[in-house]
């Protein structure tokens, strides 16, 4: 009788665990997070207001309108990279310009040239608190040449030939917060700020994104915004002191493709 009970009881046991080991099955390919790709090649109308220059005599204002930089630009790269779960994702963002700029004449410097090279490589992680924020954090690889060929005014009167150039690399490790709200999957929208530097590469740097968008179909969607980016980097002294304080920003139209 025993056997009986205890046989009875083995196959009710057998049989919910292979209705329950069924069921976790029939729901495993929904459970699983799926990893996605997202490729945004973008172009920026940008704006630059600040200063460069290298050791304490050669300093540079630059205030350039997109129109000025696109004259004189030579060459520009800039290409988003994000493969994300859900709940956890991983970015790249890389910008290149390669620019000259006339020098705005004051009462330091009366004309003169200044040619720019600037490498940006953003690499960040992030975590899903809520559907609707993630935090992060990353770096920012900066690499900027620049080259001064220039007049400056000699007292009391007359100007002076002055020429340098200088190259730099750092790396400022940053903090970051994303908004992210997608209505319908049809509609996008996407709020980026970030903050860095502390004195590990610049001073302080910081940045801001904002961007509404489109899904036209899964592979294509286009998104539009505004960004800023802003470096107070001002290390060494004598010849090797490097000055970078750059306000850079303007509207973004991105082209994206999911897969």
Request: some cysteine; proline content about 3%.
């Amino acid at each position: 009788m025993k056997s009986r009970f205890f046989l009875i009881s083995a196959s009710c046991m057998l049989f919910w665990f292979c209705n329950s080991m069924n069921l976790v099955l029939a729901q495993a390919p929904d459970s699983v997070k799926k990893w996605h790709v997202l490729t945004d090649i973008y172009l920026m109308a940008p704006y630059m207001e600040g200063e460069t220059g290298v050791n304490d005599i050669i300093m540079a204002p630059v205030d350039a309108s997109p129109g000025d930089i696109f004259n004189k630009l030579q060459m520009a790269a800039m290409l988003y990279l994000e493969v994300q779960n859900g709940k956890w994702a991983v970015a790249s963002d890389l910008v290149y310009m390669s620019l000259n700029q006339d020098v705005t004449s004051g009462k330091i410097l009366y004309s003169g040239t200044v040619s720019a090279r600037e490498l940006i490589w953003e690499p960040a992680g992030f975590y899903r608190v809520f559907s609707f924020l993630e935090i992060g954090a990353g770096g920012r690889l900066n690499n900027i040449k620049t080259e001064t060929d220039a007049r400056r005014n000699v007292f009391p009167a007359g100007t002076e030939e002055i020429t340098g150039n200088h190259s730099k690399t750092w790396f400022d490790p940053i903090l970051i917060t994303r908004l992210t709200a997608d209505i319908n999957d049809k509609w996008l929208f996407q709020f980026r700020g970030d903050l860095g530097g502390f004195g590990v590469g610049s001073d302080f740097t910081w940045q801001l994104q904002a961007y509404a968008g489109y899904r036209f179909s899964k592979l294509f969607q286009v998104t539009a915004g505004y960004r800023i980016l802003s470096i107070d980097y001002d290390k060494g002294t004598d010849k090797e002191r490097f000055i970078y304080n750059m306000d850079t920003f303007g509207p973004v139209i991105r082209l994206g493709f999911n897969f």
